[in-house]
């Protein structure tokens, strides 16, 4: 068997994509499920996040299990496969493990460092030991990659290479201004009470926000996680409580919000937000027109009219004056000229009510003036008399936001409609991936990338170890039998031999049998841990005509115990 990941994340996929493809909590058991009744594939762990879907199996085929795996994504996340694709990553064995401790130590993440990932792996651990797909391997690898990540964060300043989502968001809706400056005194509205939305909660009752408001689904959750935040000793932040129903008159008093729910729809639409911003300063929100500014002097751009006998670009560029203007037609012949005169004459005409424009009779009357003096003097001599200029309008300044929003649900609780409302700004997935592309990394960053590597040879090294441990315990058993065997014949054949001699004769071949197999057994669990070490195990069990069945007997035995190690943690920690 094999290790396998499918997916996608920010980095290959846009965020429509993601946003459609996000399973709901019945989606993703059901996925897990399905991927262990297929045939490539003999455990499953889902890692999904607001930025990611993975799905880690164990395969005992590579291109099988890629096609399964892909088409249970497309499946389960309602996009088609073929739309699906172009969006997916393989990672297969040592490159899989690779991937996930990246991610661990969020190397992968949209902010570079961000330890909440380490959260969602533990979920995603926890969510396949319940269902019971995950095995030895996917126990090992998850379990493997917190403590890389742990290790990453521990021994590093990755830290300081970027931030939680939350964190990042509000220094996005800051603009610059410290985030606790710029939240001191605010109100707050939090929309859902989940991990990122508690996480988010509790950032801005730090930052030193007045009040934080949670509305949520389910009011038990959003009343414990204001009791925590009005209880807590770091802040002395009021904290209230409220059915989702309200959220649109708290949206009214807000400062901020913060939307994360598991929403399949919009939780706050354009509408909504204008609504509330208008209950807020008494006045209609204006939409932001973004729509170009018209260029210099009122006039179409050059190429954008047909029928023209000149070379508008080309015009256009050399001289930078308007294409109707004396620095246009400076230097045509006279043919030439006729056609362009006839052109703007064409041109000069407003087709709302026929009536032609002041701006257009003083160039119809400039191209006739120019046209004689081509009759007389054959063609006109270059001339480059610049036109006056008129200055281009300037948008008046943005007012300042009256509301700031903070999406990080996805997909999006927010409509994206939002963006265009004046007096609102809006952060969301989308816009959290632009900026975050272009952040700097941290030194820190190329110690943790060596962690990884680290980590992952480690890795390696003791699944083909573990790997031909079954045999060694095979080998080891059928030597046991061995000696039992010949120590009963020896029986028949002395029966005479008191206890104390038959107990030397037995602890004498024992002993002679295990040092025989202490050599062999040791250096080929050394051999095993090396790159191309699996074989030693087919060569073990060719060698001492191990049956296969006690092999395999001896890896259940093996995977029971590991799941009734991790049901006994599971049940420690319930207690």
């Known amino acids: ?28 058991i059901k996925l897990l499920q399905d991927t262990v009744a297929a045939e490539p594939a003999a455990e499953a762990a889902l890692l999904a996040t607001c930025n990611r879907i993975e799905l880690y199996a164990d395969v005992d085929k590579f291109h099988a299990g890629v096609a399964e795996l892909s088409t249970l994504l497309a499946q389960h996340s309602g996009v088609g496969l073929e739309e699906l694709t172009p969006y997916l990553y393989v990672h297969y064995e040592d490159r899989a493990v690779h991937h996930l401790f990246s991610v661990a130590c969020g190397l992968d993440s949209m902010v570079v460092g961000e330890g909440q990932v380490l959260g969602q792996i533990k979920d995603a651990l926890a969510t396949a030991q319940e269902l019971h797909t995950a095995g030895r391997l996917l126990n090992d690898l998850f379990q493997q990659a917190l403590r890389t990540g742990k290790r990453a964060h521990s021994e590093t300043g990755i830290d300081r290479a970027g931030q939680s989502l939350v964190t990042f968001g509000l220094e996005q809706l800051s603009a610059g201004t410290a985030v606790e400056a710029w939240a001191k005194g605010k109100r707050a509205l939090v929309i859902g009470a989940g991990s990122m939305s508690s996480l988010a909660a509790a950032t801005l009752a730090r930052a030193g ?52 729910t598991g929403a399949t729809g919009l939780v706050l639409t354009a509408e909504a937000v204008a609504a509330a911003v208008e209950g807020r300063t008494g006045t209609p929100v204006a939409v932001r027109d973004e729509t170009p500014a018209p260029a210099a002097g009122g006039l179409a751009p050059a190429g954008t009219d047909e029928g023209c006998p000149l070379d508008l670009s080309a015009v256009q560029g050399a001289t930078g004056f308007s294409v109707m203007g004396e620095a246009a037609v400076a230097g045509m012949d006279a043919a030439t000229l006729e056609q362009h005169a006839a052109w703007v004459d064409r041109g000069t005409v407003d087709r709302r009510d026929g009536r032609r424009t002041p701006e257009v009779e003083v160039e119809a009357e400039l191209i006739t003036a120019l046209a004689a003096t081509v009759a007389a003097g054959g063609r006109l001599p270059e001339r480059r008399r610049p036109e006056p200029v008129v200055e281009a309008r300037r948008p008046a300044p943005a007012p300042a936001p009256v509301l700031a929003l903070l999406d990080l649900a996805m997909p999006r609780d927010i409509d994206a409609a939002v963006h265009r409302l004046l007096g609102v700004r809006l952060v969301d997935i989308e816009s959290l991936a632009e900026a975050s592309a272009d952040a700097p990394m941290a030194a820190d960053v190329d110690l943790v990338r060596r962690i990884v590597a680290d980590e992952v040879t480690a890795f390696g090294a003791a699944q083909r170890a573990a790997h031909i441990t079954p045999t060694v315990v095979a080998l080891r058993t059928m030597a046991a039998d061995v000696v039992a065997n010949e120590i009963a014949r020896l029986d028949g054949r002395l029966p005479g031999l008191d206890e104390k001699q038959r107990g030397e004769i037995t602890q004498t071949v024992r002993r002679v ?16 841990a090396e790159p191309g070490g699996a074989g030693y195990a087919d060569a073990l069990r060719t060698l001492f005509d191990l049956d296969p069945e006690t092999v395999a007997a001896v890896s259940r035995a093996d995977d029971r115990d590991t799941s009734d190690s991790t049901e006994n943690a599971k049940n420690r920690g319930r207690e």
């Open 1 to 28: 068997m094999s290790l396998l990941v499918v997916g996608l994340s920010h980095r290959s996929a846009p965020v429509s994509v993601l946003e459609r493809a996000t399973l709901n909590a019945d989606a993703q």
């Open 209 to 260: 926000v007045a009040e934080v408001v949670i509305a949520n689904r389910t009011p038990d959750r959003a009343e414990r996680l204001a009791q925590i935040l009005t209880e807590g000793d770091e802040t002395d932040v009021l904290a209230r409580a409220v059915p989702m129903d309200a959220v649109p008159a708290e949206l009214t008093r807000a400062d901020v919000a913060v939307s994360c």
């Open 513 to 528: 049998v295990d040092k025989l197999l202490h050599a062999p057994t040791v250096r080929v669990k050394q051999l095993a």
